[in-house]
């Protein structure tokens, strides 16, 4: 009896442990103590945006332990999005040198300098920049290099121990359309068909 009692037990801590373990928002990898984004930013149509909270632990608290947020956004719109201001009540870009690739662990893709190019705080993701922060650092926008296309997602991390209504978003800048395969085939036959034109005018010369 008392064996099945501690295989029951055994497997209900294993079971938490795992149920711990599972990100809901996997659109950022594992950083110190997250597996995943504590806060997940959906552009969606007509440029409404939300902000969901993962509430399972490890992924409901700060990354660091203290005061870090992971923060990932998701395009589900149709079109492509070149960045998106934020805003907050406190000082979410007042960042102070503790970003993700300074954590253990911290995600694989971290470069050997610690900063993933061209950004400088060490809060950026690959591909993510910041721009227009305020002096007290409460406002700024995240540029997403290349544009954000539709599917696709990108992660940062944002200073503080913050609540989902703390990360508030602005308006999504536009960065464009994604072109239709039927554009894309055109455009490649037309590059295709250039060498044969060009040589046909050096031939009527």
Same mark, same amino acid.
């Given at each position: ?29 594992? @950083?110190?103590? +997250? ?8 552009? #969606? ?13 490890? +992924? ?8 870090? *947020?992971?923060?990932? @956004?998701?395009?589900?719109?149709? #079109? ?53 922060? +305020? ?5 700024? *926008?995240?540029?997403? *290099? ?36 039927? *554009? ?22």
């Amino acid at each position: 009896m008392r064996i099945r009692v501690f295989l029951f037990s055994a497997a209900l801590l294993l079971g938490v442990a795992s149920l711990q373990a599972a990100a809901l928002f996997p659109q950022c990898p594992p @950083v110190g103590n +997250n597996t995943g984004c504590q806060f997940l930013i959906t552009i #969606g149509a007509n440029n409404a945006v939300t902000v969901a909270a993962d509430p399972n632990p490890p +992924n409901n608290g700060p990354y660091d332990g203290v005061e870090d *947020t992971l923060v990932g @956004v998701l395009n589900a719109s149709t #079109g492509v999005v070149a960045s998106l201001p934020l805003s907050s009540t406190t000082d979410i870009f007042g960042f102070d040198g503790d970003g993700p690739c300074t954590q253990s662990p911290k995600p694989a893709s971290c470069p050997a300098s610690g900063l993933f190019s061209p950004d400088t705080s060490g809060y950026a993701g690959p591909n993510v920049t910041f721009s227009g922060i +305020n002096p007290a650092n409460t406002s700024g *926008t995240v540029n997403f *290099t290349g544009g954000l296309a539709p599917g696709q997602s990108r992660w940062f991390a944002l200073e503080e121990s913050l609540t989902a209504s703390q990360i508030v978003p602005g308006t999504p800048n536009p960065g464009g359309s994604v072109p239709e395969p039927a *554009t894309l085939l055109m455009l490649g036959g037309g590059l295709l068909a250039l060498p044969a034109l060009s040589r046909r005018r050096r031939a009527a010369r």
